[in-house]
């Protein structure tokens, strides 16, 4: 475990990893990992940007619509664009010819395999190569690619997770070509790869990915928004569709750290360490200056992500020392979770590059701030626009009401599900504890929406809060417009100006689980608004505007509970959070039950998303999924404290008693305080171990669900408590033999 890297076989200042032992620093792993990092110098090539200018390289890599336009026969070309904007029905007889002109684009570029990309129910990205070249039956081969090869692979079905669905002996499954995803290169220093963005499905016909739902779902709520539209009399029948725009946050730490952390390299966060001197309570990292190492580093992530059409817009230090932020603007929901995976993948590649390593866990370090992956969230079409936008006098905006009041009774009413759809191992460690959001799904909507709301509560609204200019008194700092409303980063589901922004999902999830619950519980708030106005106007325009005030006033009556725009830290929010009836799943093992709910199951039925056969599967699989990742984090707990944290407390506790031993037979009076705290750390560190080794010596239960609250309820209580001992033993035993980089070391130096 003892990697550290070496420097001097790169003239670019990149890291080539050897298994050099600890010879650079002739000590323990630490102490070479800190030498070698502290010595490193980059010096990443400089990026020519006059041989290619920035808006040259967007889209570079992708078989684009522009692209499309000049390869493509017209008719051919205006067949596609119908499927990829109005959600027409493919017509499969001209894959041979899509086939055939993305096959020679590529190898235009240089590739000479094809992958079909998925998106299987580990959250990863999975990826199957195949050769473009076929024998010709003379002693040669030719590039062949056909339209049936471009719709359909064929994976192995079993040897992801399924949740029952495939048993091993039952392999087959399918990968079917996404026409709404762009393809792209993929490029390598070897060579260039064609990849397929693809749904996953069983033989049998049933989702094994994370895409088919999505789309499912941005189908459903397509369908929903149309009859609501129809209402205000706009009948063009643009497709509706949901867009997202994901923040993803990240820790950078150098790959020489990384390497000496067996806890880094195996479960993705730190199972030890105590609190440095210094954290963020200084809040100097926020928005500071980005080191020049780390901005070398986002360049090059930026000039890659431009590439492959991924519309990257903002990058900056996070609140906590080593933290990150980039944020793409919106796209259609499905390229967005498609171009999210694509993201998370370049920034640890490029990572790597630059010798560090990137950190997706939601909280990689205890004790300071976690990474989210805030979903910002919308609706809208070529027509009308975005929906969710309320224009300068909301009050006035009845389309935009309807919306907005759709999402309020959509999150109210199933807001067990949004909990759910973001509980994961590493999660919990962000939710439900003081860090934002709590686990207690509320909605902000803002001072002026919370006003406008309220008034139609009360009968109807006549007036919406003025946005105003704000100024400074400093004659040469211009007047600023004014937001009606302050933001509020507490709230796990918050109202931001034209969008919610879904602030609970999990920096190291796949946004599709979101996307669908979102996409899904609004299409069925839709459907019953659509339905409630159908019935009241019968076909009348002139009764829509009553009709639309009774229902806007019953859903704030009975759903208003949902909206809190104070502070979700707050103990008094939690209390006043159980008199208003909502749920508080603080964890996993609370929140994913919530997935076999009647109520569940009859929602995603209903609109064609998942069978309660794929449902079930989701449950199966993530209980799984939890449950397997505690253990990995038990196995590692136990193997770092016996072999690596006892034997450095050992040691010291001898230097101790032997000094103590040879200055009493000089006749010296010796403090024994530091060695009898030592003795009863050691003696509490080893009963903690052997706790934590019965726990796991339990039979595992046939029952996931139960298995899950052991893991929550016995096995974390009893790793925390070897973590706690061990964090006190680093603040006592001498820096020389601590073996592990401690948070000072890997969060500060860059």
């Known amino acids: 475990?003892?990697?550290?890297?070496?420097?001097?076989?790169?003239?670019?200042?990149?890291?080539?990893?050897?298994?050099?032992?600890?010879?650079?620093?002739?000590?323990?792993?630490?102490?070479?990992?800190?030498?070698?990092?502290?010595?490193?110098?980059?010096?990443?090539?400089?990026?020519?940007?006059?041989?290619?200018?920035?808006?040259?390289?967007?889209?570079?890599?992708?078989?684009?619509?522009?692209?499309?336009?000049?390869?493509?026969?017209?008719?051919?070309?205006?067949?596609?664009?119908?499927?990829?904007?109005?959600?027409?029905?493919?017509?499969?007889?001209?894959?041979?010819?899509?086939?055939?002109?993305?096959?020679?684009?590529?190898?235009?570029?240089?590739?000479?395999?094809?992958?079909?990309?998925?998106?299987?129910?580990?959250?990863?990205?999975a990826e199957k190569h195949d050769s473009f070249l076929s024998p010709d039956g003379e002693g040669g081969a030719i590039a062949e690619f056909s339209g049936g090869q471009l719709i359909q692979g064929e994976p192995d079905g079993s040897s992801f997770p399924t949740g029952g669905i495939r048993v091993t002996f039952e392999a087959r499954g399918y990968t079917i070509w996404d026409v709404t995803s762009p393809a792209y290169i993929l490029e390598n220093a070897n060579g260039t790869t064609l990849c397929i963005p693809t749904a996953f499905v069983s033989w049998t016909g049933e989702a094994l990915d994370k895409k088919t739902p999505v789309l499912r779902s941005m189908q459903a709520l397509n369908i929903q928004a149309q009859r609501i539209l129809k209402l205000f009399g706009h009948t063009d029948g643009a497709l509706v569709s949901s867009t997202a725009g994901p923040e993803q946050e990240y820790f950078l730490v150098d790959r020489n750290f990384f390497f000496a952390?067996?806890?880094?390299?195996?479960?993705?966060?730190?199972?030890?360490?105590?609190?440095?001197?210094?954290?963020?309570?200084?809040?100097?990292?926020?928005?500071?200056?980005?080191?020049?190492?780390?901005?070398?580093?986002?360049?090059?992530?930026?000039?890659?992500?431009?590439?492959?059409?991924?519309?990257?817009?903002?990058?900056?230090?996070?609140?906590?020392?080593?933290?990150?932020?980039?944020?793409?603007?919106?796209?259609?929901?499905?390229?967005?979770?498609?171009?999210q995976q694509l993201m998370m993948t370049t920034l640890k590649r490029t990572a790597e590059k630059h010798g560090m390593a990137c950190l997706i866990h939601e909280k990689p370090f205890a004790g300071v701030n976690g990474s989210g992956k805030h979903v910002n969230w919308s609706m809208g079409s070529a027509s009308q626009g975005n929906l969710l936008d309320p224009g300068d006098t909301p009050h006035e905006n009845a389309q935009f009401l309807l919306f907005c009041a759709a999402v309020i009774r959509a999150v109210h009413k199933h807001q067990g599900l949004l909990r759910a759809v973001v509980a994961s191992a590493s999660n919990d460690h962000r939710l439900g504890a003081n860090e934002a959001p709590p686990a207690i799904i509320s909605i902000f909507l803002g001072d002026q929406l919370t006003d406008v709301f309220e008034q139609i509560r009360a009968g109807g609204a006549n007036s919406s809060l003025p946005?105003?200019?704000?100024?400074?008194?400093?004659?040469?700092?211009?007047?600023?417009?004014?937001?009606?409303?302050?933001?509020?980063?507490?709230?796990?589901?918050?109202?931001?100006?034209?969008?919610?922004?879904?602030?609970?999902?999990?920096?190291?999830?796949?946004?599709?689980?979101?996307?669908?619950?979102?996409?899904?519980?609004?299409?069925?708030?839709?459907?019953?608004?659509?339905?409630?106005?159908?019935?009241?106007?019968?076909?009348?325009?002139?009764?829509?505007?009553?009709?639309?005030?009774?229902?806007?006033?019953?859903?704030?009556?009975?759903?208003?509970?949902?909206?809190?725009?104070?502070?979700?830290?707050?103990?008094?929010?939690?209390?006043?959070?159980?008199?208003?009836?909502?749920?508080?799943?603080?964890?996993?093992?609370?929140?994913?039950?919530?997935?076999?709910?009647?109520d569940v199951k009859e929602l995603f039925e209903k609109y064609s998303v998942l069978s309660e056969r794929e449902l079930s599967s989701r449950l199966d699989t993530y209980l799984e999924q939890y449950c397997m990742s505690i253990g990995v984090e038990v196995n590692l707990t136990l193997e770092m404290a016996k072999t690596m944290i006892f034997p450095a407390a050992i040691r010291y506790q001898n230097e101790l008693a032997s000094t103590c031993a040879n200055l009493k037979m000089l006749g010296y009076e010796f403090d024994t305080d530091t060695l009898d705290r030592m003795t009863g750390l050691v003696k509490s560190l080893q009963d903690g171990i052997a706790v934590l080794e019965k726990a796991i010596a339990e039979p595992e239960s046939e029952d996931l669900l139960a298995e899950a609250r052991n893991c929550c309820d016995v096995l974390l209580p009893a790793m925390n408590q070897v973590r706690a001992v061990a964090d006190e033993l680093e603040g006592i035993v001498a820096d020389d033999l601590w073996p592990l980089p401690t948070y000072q070391e890997m969060l500060f130096i860059k």
């Not at 360490?273 to 930026?302: C, N, T, W």
Request: charge should be negative.
């Open 1 to 125: 475990m003892s990697q550290v890297i070496d420097q001097d076989k790169s003239s670019n200042g990149t890291y080539a990893a050897a298994n050099n032992g600890t010879k650079a620093a002739g000590g323990s792993p630490r102490s070479a990992a800190i030498a070698a990092v502290t010595s490193y110098k980059p010096s990443p090539p400089p990026m020519n940007f006059q041989e290619t200018p920035t808006g040259e390289l967007f889209n570079a890599n992708v078989f684009s619509k522009s692209v499309m336009k000049q390869r493509l026969p017209k008719p051919v070309f205006k067949a596609l664009l119908r499927t990829i904007e109005s959600g027409e029905k493919l017509d499969c007889s001209m894959a041979d010819v899509v086939a055939a002109a993305m096959k020679d684009w590529a190898i235009e570029k240089g590739a000479t395999h094809y992958a079909h990309v998925f998106y299987p129910l580990t959250g990863s990205t």
């Open 261 to 339: 952390r067996p806890d880094l390299l195996n479960a993705g966060r730190t199972l030890f360490g105590a609190s440095p001197p210094k954290g963020q309570e200084f809040d100097d990292h926020y928005f500071g200056a980005i080191p020049d190492r780390v901005l070398a580093f986002m360049l090059e992530v930026e000039r890659e992500l431009f590439k492959l059409g991924i519309p990257v817009k903002t990058r900056h230090n996070e609140v906590a020392p080593g933290q990150y932020e980039i944020a793409p603007m919106f796209e259609f929901a499905n390229i967005a979770t498609d171009h």
């Open 467 to 598: 946005k105003g200019t704000l100024t400074v008194g400093v004659d040469v700092l211009p007047p600023l417009p004014k937001d009606a409303g302050d933001r509020n980063r507490t709230s796990p589901f918050a109202f931001t100006g034209n969008r919610f922004e879904f602030r609970a999902v999990g920096a190291n999830q796949s946004i599709a689980g979101p996307l669908v619950a979102m996409n899904t519980i609004v299409a069925e708030s839709l459907d019953y608004c659509a339905t409630r106005l159908e019935e009241a106007t019968a076909g009348d325009p002139e009764k829509l505007n009553a009709a639309l005030q009774t229902l806007l006033t019953e859903i704030m009556k009975e759903h208003g509970a949902i909206v809190f725009n104070g502070d979700g830290y707050s103990e008094a929010w939690h209390a006043e959070a159980e008199k208003r009836g909502l749920l508080n799943l603080k964890t996993t093992a609370d929140a994913l039950p919530i997935l076999q709910s009647e």
